[in-house]
């Protein structure tokens, strides 16, 4: 479902992933862990486009994120055909990032109308499904700024459930909520993980929640993968030292 090959991305002269390269299977749910500065927003960010390589190439279902294939070859993709291939990925942000002058009802129904061109009638019925399902059907019609941030995250999930994914990147998303707020929006994303197939890559220093969801861990260290297996092997059994060091810090 995805694939980075020989990916290099530098910010000015500090190489933040050198020559990476990874693989992630339809319906695999891999965290992200190692570090701050290790590169893992970054991943995610350049899977959402908001940044872009400076080598290498991103692939997504077998087709070049970061390229266009014109015959044989490869080139620089055009803005339009990135709009296109990335359509099909979801992410949630640390800080939410709700349109602060729409309700939750708009928030969730924008893009769906806006850039997959669904009826309203349907998209407003979407969106009251996943609003259930958040457990938020009382907050239709109330203003990001009159949610705690718990519940904004909630919305902020439900908004990028609204596009129908294939992959969904979730960056720190509990990380800027109080401690009590917290299990609540993790509860949402294991209820997603368990009736979805949905392909997810999870950067958090969640760890309990880590090893429920996810089937891969990969760990992270100045932009390589310095360890990866199944949550159960690197939790209790990783080999490598800075694993080790990184996981008795922050368990
Ligand atoms: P992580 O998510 O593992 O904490 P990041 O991917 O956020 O790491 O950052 C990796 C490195 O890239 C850090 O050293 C960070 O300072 C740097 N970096 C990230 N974004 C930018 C940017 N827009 N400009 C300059 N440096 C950046």
Redesign the pocket.
């Known amino acids: 479902m995805i694939r980075f090959d020989d990916v290099v991305k530098q910010?000015g002269d500090?190489v933040?992933l050198d020559h990476l390269d990874f693989q992630v299977a339809r319906g695999d749910r891999v965290t992200l862990i190692?570090p701050?500065?290790?590169?893992?927003?970054?991943i995610l960010r350049l899977l959402m486009t908001l940044e872009k390589v400076n080598d290498g190439v991103i692939w997504v279902d077998g087709t070049p994120l970061t390229h266009e294939e014109k015959g044989s070859k490869l080139v620089p993709a055009s803005e339009k055909y990135v709009r296109r291939i990335r359509r099909r990925i979801g992410m949630v942000f640390q800080q939410f990032n709700l349109f602060p002058n729409m309700n939750v009802i708009e928030n969730i129904t924008e893009a769906p109308i806006h850039v997959l061109g669904l009826d309203k009638a349907v998209a407003v019925q979407r969106a009251r499904e996943l609003l259930e399902t958040v457990g938020l059907s009382d907050k239709e019609t109330a203003h990001p700024t009159q949610l705690s941030g718990g519940q904004q995250q909630r919305v902020a999930i439900a908004r990028a459930l609204a596009m129908d994914p294939d992959i969904l990147l979730l960056d720190e998303v509990t990380s800027a909520l109080d401690p009590e707020l917290v299990a609540d929006v993790l509860d949402v994303l294991r209820n997603v993980a368990r009736t979805t197939d949905i392909t997810m890559l999870i950067?958090t220093h969640e760890m309990q929640f880590a090893r429920d969801v996810s089937n891969r861990v990969m760990m992270?260290d100045a932009g390589r993968i310095v360890e990866e297996g199944d949550p159960a092997t690197i939790f209790t059994a990783p080999k490598n030292e800075r694993t080790k060091t990184f996981l008795k810090a922050v368990l």
């Open positions: 910010f500090h933040v190692g701050s500065g290790s590169g893992k927003t970054t950067v992270f």
